[in-house]
């Protein structure tokens, strides 16, 4: 890059330190202009910040010279006092000094041009600053660490090796002679279909981890749905009236169990109404339990399981994929009746019991769903949906395969899914689709 960039990395606002980063070609020479840099072999040093040959602030000082930097640029980042006025004095001191103002994301954008993150590992920094739980954090690091591009990698590697063999062949077309074994092929295209399968399955619950597991809280009128979201968040969020049909509307209430965020959703209750309003928090009650990753349907344990019961919850999962679902019954008010109860989870929303167990059991099955530590799990809507296109030319290639397609056709399909592939890591770029990644990015990242 010829350009020099400068920009605050730490949040907006007054702090005890904020951080001032500057990178590019002339970063020491910019720099030198306004501190004494570290010399010889020091990264590190106390300096005094200079403006105009006034001082503005005492700051140390770290050089990291390329390529072991960040960006893989000679980098100088400034450790100041919080204050707002000196950040924005330190930052135009250097902007004057021949600095240029930082893009959103552009640091990150020049680690992955020079080579130092795969585009997938870019996207995974700006993963990693929003995660707001154990569980995202750790999906935004492991993708970091180069887990899942690994593997993107080992597809690749595998259809460029497919890719090869056939095109070979293609030089080779007039002495008619075939270097890739067809039912090879085929058992090769296979397991990529199966892997390709495996990490797009995986994306509701990954994007769900990522951004709050939705957990639709369902039932008919007065069964207690939202005396249990107040059980569950321990505050009185949601009104509570013997009544039936006091809910009308969804309320969402985030909540963060064992490293896990959630989003409960009470729901209107279930039952079909003349009345306007009751009708859509009918419908988007149902709206809920299709989107939701986890369906707790919540029942009166007081009324025998045998009377309404059964055709309830027929009702509620009827043509929703229950493989794509974690369902609960819940028996609540259970604390008005004797043991024993029927299948579910017995509670007592009013009292607390059986509350915690019900938070751990559903901790419990969202966990046996996500991967092992050595795992990848797709969270990113552009990878998932690049990965429907491999999907898609794979499911061509198979085809072509089974019908005896000549070589050159076949050849054509898995190219388009060597591109998708590509445009997930980064072998396959445009500027534009490396300003929408990065431009979400935040300025001095």
Do not use: W
């Not at 609960?328 to 008010?333: D, E, P, V």
């Amino acid at each position: 890059m010829s350009t020099t960039i400068a920009a605050i990395s730490t949040p907006p606002g007054i702090g005890g330190l904020a951080v001032i980063r500057l990178s590019g070609p002339a970063a020491f020479d910019i720099a030198s202009h306004h501190v004494h840099l570290p010399e010889g072999e020091k990264k590190t040093a106390f300096a005094l910040f200079k403006r105009d040959g006034q001082t503005v602030d005492e700051v140390v000082v770290t050089l990291f010279r390329s390529p072991h930097s960040y960006t893989g640029e000679d980098t100088v980042e400034f450790s100041c006092h919080g204050s707002t006025y000196i950040q924005q004095t330190l930052l135009q001191a250097l902007i004057d000094s021949g600095a240029a103002l930082a893009e959103p994301g552009e640091f990150t954008r020049r680690a992955f041009l020079g080579g130092k993150l795969n585009l997938s590992q870019a996207e995974a920094v700006a993963d990693l600053i929003d995660s707001t739980n154990a569980a995202s954090h750790q999906l935004a690091l492991s993708q970091l660490r180069g887990g899942y591009a690994q593997l993107l990698a080992q597809l690749r590697s595998q259809l460029v090796d497919l890719t090869s063999l056939l095109e070979l062949e293609l030089d080779f077309s007039e002495e008619d002679v075939e270097f890739a074994d067809r039912s090879r092929l085929r058992s090769l295209v296979a397991q990529l279909q199966q892997e390709v399968t495996r990490l797009t399955d995986s994306f509701q619950l990954g994007n769900a981890v990522k951004n709050g597991i939705p957990v639709a809280i369902v039932g008919r009128p007065n069964a207690g749905k939202s005396s249990l979201l107040n059980a569950l968040l321990s505050d009185q969020r949601a009104i509570v009236s013997p009544i039936p049909g006091t809910t009308r509307d969804t309320i969402e209430e985030n909540l963060n169990i064992d490293g896990l965020t959630f989003r409960f959703i009470d729901t209107a209750g279930l039952r079909h109404s003349d009345d306007p309003i009751e009708s859509i928090g009918f419908d988007r009650a149902i709206q809920s339990i299709r989107q939701a990753t986890v369906v707790l349907i919540v029942r009166d344990a007081t009324v025998t399981f045998n009377e309404y019961s059964i055709d309830d919850i027929a009702y509620l999962l009827k043509d929703i994929p229950q493989k794509e679902k974690i369902i609960f019954i819940i028996h609540n008010k259970a604390d008005l009746v004797q043991p024993p109860y029927p299948p579910g989870i017995a509670l007592s929303a009013l009292t607390g019991m059986g509350v915690d167990q019900l938070k751990q059991s559903i901790v419990q099955a969202v966990r046996q769903r996500m991967p092992s530590s050595d795992g990848a799990m797709l969270t990113n809507l552009r990878h998932y949906q690049a990965l429907q296109h491999v999907s898609t030319s794979l499911d061509e290639v198979a085809q072509g395969l089974d019908s005896g397609l000549p070589a050159d056709l076949v050849a054509i399909d898995l190219r388009n899914a060597l591109y998708h592939l590509g445009t997930i890591t980064g072998e396959v770029t445009s500027d534009e689709i490396l300003g929408t990644i990065f431009h979400r990015f935040c300025i001095g990242k």
